[in-house]
């Protein structure tokens, strides 16, 4: 199994300020990604995912990836409240996706 | 788009009892849709994939008579939790493999409590 590493957390930001979260994954071949964000006691919802080396931008959202040195991180900018949950990042592994465990964001008013 | 939804979303069944959950893909067909159990604070944990018109893949340490996996059209994939017992109660999340890559678009979840 793929093994995708993140920063359990808890990662507190103020309100307004950039809340960075990383990812590193184990297989070099991987060549998709994607970020998901579930909120307590919700089911995990696709925000992002990316392909290509480089920057994706979608709204707030910035995703940042380095095949090289094999991380992927999500920026999120101008951080609101409602930005705090639990970030997942994920890869495919065969037909399924591996997830990491999680980084859990709060983000103070 | 890419829209999955799960039904019931919150089921109450006494201990012994067998309980069915829905997922559907409402505008696109997946042929491949994912069956995840998550306890409170805890990862996702995938159970099995299910795929169209063949038998479901189980995950190691899932007792595939205990959760049957019917995948009987594109759109519709059910699980079955047979003779349910306190420790099967769980948040349940079905996902449905989409037509990019291989994004998976999640259902919202089935809370099921076994009294």
Redesign the interface.
């Known amino acids: 199994q793929k093994e995708v590493e993140q920063n359990s957390g808890p990662l507190s930001v103020p309100e307004g300020a950039i809340a960075s979260l990383n990812c590193t994954y184990s297989d070099r071949g991987s060549q998709s990604f994607f970020w998901y964000r579930q909120y307590s006691g919700k089911s995990p919802e696709l925000i992002m995912f990316i392909y290509s080396n480089g920057d994706k931008e979608d709204g707030r959202f910035t995703a940042q990836l380095n095949k090289a040195s094999q991380y992927v991180s999500l920026l999120i900018r101008d951080s609101q409240p409602s930005d705090s949950a639990t970030y997942l990042c994920a890869v495919p592994d065969d037909y399924k996706l591996s997830f990491g465990a999680g980084t859990t964001v709060t983000v103070r008013a | 788009g890419?829209v999955v939804s799960q039904h019931p979303s919150r089921v109450i069944c006494k201990s012994g009892t067998s309980v069915k959950i829905e997922c559907r893909s409402l505008d696109f067909q997946a042929t491949?849709m994912?069956w995840y159990r998550q306890f409170p604070k805890q990862?996702?944990m995938?159970m099995a994939?299910s795929n169209e018109g063949s038998k479901a893949t189980y995950e190691q340490g899932v007792e595939k008579d205990k959760f049957l996996i019917n995948h009987a059209s594109l759109t519709l994939s059910t699980l079955t939790v047979t003779s349910a017992h306190p420790e099967d109660s769980s948040?349940y999340?079905c996902s449905a493999?989409g037509l990019?890559?291989?994004?998976?678009?999640?259902?919202?979840?089935t809370r099921l409590t076994v009294l």
Do not use: E, H, K, M
């Open positions: 890419a491949t994912f990862s996702l995938l994939t948040f999340i493999r990019v890559a291989d994004t998976q678009y999640f259902g919202p979840g």
